[in-house]
């Protein structure tokens, strides 16, 4: 039976780095074609009028324009009525 604990184990250094999820852009700054607006988990903000999905959830921009956070009620799946944040780019007037 040993004696000692094994020298490469430790207890500590098991956190997982952090992903830098949230808003990187916030209302009213410009957005270029393709910028990501916001990184997430699911769906707690839902893409609006020029904003697309990524696999990963993240929203980014379809067209150059400014950011705009707009809340909507919307029918949940189970019936209910609930507050919903949408993010909407308004394009750049040529």
């Known amino acids: 039976m040993a ?3 094994a020298g ?3 207890s500590l ?3 997982s780095q952090s992903k830098r999820l949230g808003i990187k852009l916030s209302s009213g700054q410009f957005a270029k ?3 990501i607006i916001i990184t997430q988990r699911g769906t707690k903000y ?3 009028i020029n904003v697309k999905r990524g696999k990963n959830d993240s929203l980014f ?3 150059e324009g400014l950011v705009e956070f ?3 009620k919307v029918k949940k799946f189970n019936g209910n009525l609930a507050e919903t944040c949408f993010v909407n780019i308004i394009p750049k007037s040529k």
């Open 33 to 35: 074609t393709g910028c």
């Open 61 to 63: 921009a379809m067209t």
């Open 3 to 5: 004696h000692r604990k």
């Open 8 to 10: 490469g184990s430790t």
């Open 13 to 15: 250094g098991r956190d």
């Open 46 to 48: 839902h893409p609006g």
């Open 70 to 72: 707009k809340r909507k």
